[in-house]
Nanobody, 121 residues
Framework: QVQLVESGGGLVQPGGSLRLSCAAS????????MAWYRQAPGKQRELVAA???????NYKDSVKGRFTISRDNAKNTVYLQMNSLKPEETAVYYC???????????????WGQGTQVTVSS
C-alpha cells in the first residue's frame, strides 16, 4: 500500500510564504516524477510544479520566480516553497507521484489527500 501525506498548509497573508511537504511511504520500488497541483473552488485542478527523479523541474508560468519545488529522493519527499503568495492562489494543494510499487511493473499515479492553502488578510 502506498500513501502520500501532505503537510504545511494554512492561512497566510498576501505576500507571505509557506512551505508544503509531501512524503510518500509504503511498498515503493521507484518514484519517477513528483508534482504539486492545486484546485480552487469551482475550478479545475491545475499543475503548479513538477520535478523528476533527476532534478529537472517545470513550473506553471504564473508561479515562476516565486515557487520552488525540490525533493529528497532518500526520503521520498517533495517540497514546495511558496513565496509572495497571492489571494487568487487560495486552493487545496495536492501532491502527486508517478511511481512503481513493489510487485508491479508499471508506473501508476498516486495522490495525496490535499492540504488547504488560504491567502487572505
Amino acid at each position: 500500500q502506498v500513501q502520500l501525506v501532505e503537510s504545511g498548509g494554512g492561512l497566510v497573508q498576501p505576500g507571505g510564504s509557506l512551505r508544503l511537504s509531501c512524503a510518500a511511504s509504503g511498498s515503493i520500488f521507484s518514484i519517477k516524477t513528483m508534482a504539486w497541483y492545486r484546485q480552487a473552488p469551482g475550478k479545475q485542478r491545475e499543475l503548479v510544479a513538477a520535478i523528476t527523479s533527476g532534478g529537472s523541474t517545470n513550473y506553471k508560468d504564473s508561479v515562476k520566480g516565486r515557487f520552488t519545488i525540490s525533493r529528497d529522493n532518500a526520503k521520498n519527499t517533495v517540497y514546495l516553497q511558496m513565496n509572495s503568495l497571492k489571494p487568487e492562489e487560495t486552493a487545496v494543494y495536492y501532491c502527486n507521484a508517478d511511481l512503481i510499487a513493489h510487485g508491479s511493473t508499471l508506473y501508476d499515479s498516486y495522490w495525496g489527500q490535499g492540504t488547504q492553502v488560504t491567502v487572505s488578510s
